[in-house]
């Protein structure tokens, strides 16, 4: 029961991509790539929550926004957002997971109906370690689109990194994608 939940949950939220191969067409939990947080949240709840990763260091043209209450198909979400205007360039969704297997089996029925939905675009998958974590591993498909990506993976954190394994399923424009290039 909990697999046809999950197969018809992931369904719906990437039936927009069907007639999609504009990056800003991707809608995740009613987020959509290139609007304006502020279509979403005040200016005050953002600056109150907003946050930048530790490796961004000097380069903060992106903050990001941590989104864990009222969300339907996923555990939380992490949107990025361009700082001096607040253009959503990414969107990170986490689905739950008890071990590395699990996040595999799902992470297969995700990629099939991704698949199905972007018939003429190919995916490529590749296995690596994270750019930070140089002992977690990243198992990763991506589909490339015209403006941007989207990307189903199992992380495998290590132990020493302190976070969980995790599923996760990342959309973001190549502003943002060149943005991550920058601070690897």
Known sequence: MNRLLLILILTFSFQTLAKADDIRDFEIEGFTMGDSLLNYFSEDEIKSKKFFFKAQKDNKKYASLKIHNDLKNFKSLTIN???NNYEIGSIS??????????????RKIIIKDISSLFLDI??????????????????????????GFIRVACYDWSVKSGYPKELRIDTATNDYANFLDTIN
Do not use: G, M
Request: net charge neutral; proline share 2%.
């Open 81 to 83: 957002f361009i700082d």
């Open 122 to 147: 190919k995916s490529r998958s590749y296995q690596k370690p994270h750019f930070l974590e140089k002992d977690s591993n990243i198992d990763t498909t991506i589909w490339k689109l015209e403006n």
């Open 93 to 106: 969704a986490f689905v739950n997971i008890t071990n590395i297997n699990e996040c595999q089996n799902k």
